[in-house]
């Protein structure tokens, strides 16, 4: 597991953490994992995200609602994306990830793993309505870049899976 | 400016932008839900790559340009992507068949450029091989699939094989351009990557109980701006709305 060292102002972590991914609204973008720094210097606020995907198109979205939210708080701001270190399903908190589960969409399994579930070899991929995990590949690709499309055969409900990037 | 380098991004750029156009065709015309979903995804994913790209080409070039200048408003022979990234979606087989063919260099070629003395173009080469992964296996999925399938789709995956092969061995020709920035330390010695190239193409293909073409008359010319006469119906639907209401933005 890469883990990277995150410079975060203690002042800012509350202001970041109201904002979230757009298309995963119960996901703040600090358990997302897509802010590597974010410090105050001279009244202003420099934060630094890292896109999902490179074509992600809630990256745009996201960096204007931390300008806004930082805005309210009385900071101004400059916003840089920065794609080294690139981003991993691993920085994902355990917290953001029992956000993802309870949302519908399943959590990115470890990359063996993925790979037998995104290849249909194993079913492994835990249904996110009964928790079987009786359940089958339907796409590799999702709504969105970052998922894929599973079903269960259980309760039959369809559902994300958050593919592993590592 | 760094003209040899800023070809040289373009070189990379114009690959994905070229391929992610046409696979972005299908938009709402993929077969099914499902593969329409998974086309524009990947369309997406190497649109996102193009901006990294673009942005870094407009600082380079620094003449007031931006991004999108340099993805819509340049002439045919100024797009140096190769042949294959061009050719049509004639039908789902040459689709998959072009996909796949573009994704097992295209992986080998992020993997190498990630070496790159470079830093911007190691970090996006980094950022691209966790998406063009997936893209490999998508599309060698299919393969196999369309291959190991009926006697309709081996017939027609087998022919959009053997008729793309020819836009094969332009992955691995060396331009000007890549020759000076190999001195650079910056590009990739293209031509080492032709042997695992086959390799592993020709495993995929076995697989799929599909023949592997032996042809070997192969094109070339998109890396020097001569492109086939798909070129510029692509680019007039590329371009269109930049060129109908110029500076327009949504």
């Known amino acids: 597991m890469t883990i990277t060292e995150q410079h975060i102002d203690k002042l800012l972590i509350p202001i970041l953490e109201q904002v979230s991914d757009p298309e995963i609204p119960v996901l703040s973008i600090m358990d997302m994992g897509v802010v590597r720094s974010a410090i105050i210097e001279n009244g202003v606020a420099k934060i630094e995200i890292t896109p999902t995907y490179s074509g992600c198109p809630a990256m745009d979205v996201i960096g204007d609602d931390i300008k806004k939210a930082l805005k309210e708080a009385g900071y101004e701001s400059e916003i840089d994306l920065i794609l080294s270190p690139a981003w991993t399903t691993d920085w994902i908190t355990p917290k953001g990830r029992k956000a993802l589960e309870n949302y519908g969409i399943a959590a990115p399994l470890e990359a063996e793993a993925d790979k037998d579930a995104l290849l249909g070899n194993k079913k492994i991929v835990k249904c996110t309505n009964c928790g079987s995990t009786n359940t089958r590949l339907v796409s590799q690709f999702g709504s969105t870049a970052c998922k894929a499309q599973f079903q269960c055969n259980d309760c039959q409900e369809p559902f994300d899976y958050f593919k592993c990037l590592k | ?250």
């Open chain 2, 1 to 250: 400016m760094k003209e040899n380098l800023y070809n040289y991004i373009l070189q990379i750029a114009d690959n994905s932008l070229i391929l992610g156009q046409r696979m972005g065709e299908l938009c709402g015309h993929g077969p099914s839900l499902e593969t329409d979903i998974a086309c524009t995804n990947i369309s997406l994913d190497l649109f996102g790559q193009v901006r990294s790209y673009y942005q870094y080409a407009a600082k380079i070039a620094a003449d007031g340009r931006t991004e999108d200048d340099i993805a819509m408003l340049r002439k045919e022979r100024d797009y140096l992507n190769i042949l294959l990234v061009e050719q049509p979606n004639t039908d789902f087989g040459y689709t998959m068949a072009r996909q796949f063919l573009f994704d097992v260099y295209h992986l080998l070629f992020l993997k190498e450029l990630e070496k790159s003395k470079d830093l911007i173009l190691s970090a996006i080469a980094t950022k691209s091989i966790k998406e063009v992964t997936y893209h490999q296996r998508f599309s060698s999925d299919w393969i196999k699939r369309l291959g190991d399938g009926t006697e309709e789709s081996h017939e027609r995956i087998q022919n959009a094989i053997n008729d793309l092969w020819t836009y094969t061995d332009e992955l691995f020709r060396l331009s000007e351009v890549d020759e000076e920035m190999l001195e650079e330390g910056v590009a990739v010695d293209i031509s080492k990557l032709k042997n695992g190239y086959y390799q592993k193409v020709s495993d995929v293909l076995e697989e799929a109980t599909l023949t592997v073409p032996e042809s070997k008359y192969f094109q070339k010319g998109g890396k020097q701006g001569i492109h086939t006469e798909h070129m510029g119906y692509l680019l007039a639907d590329l371009q269109y709305m930049q060129r109908a209401y110029p500076n327009m933005e949504w």
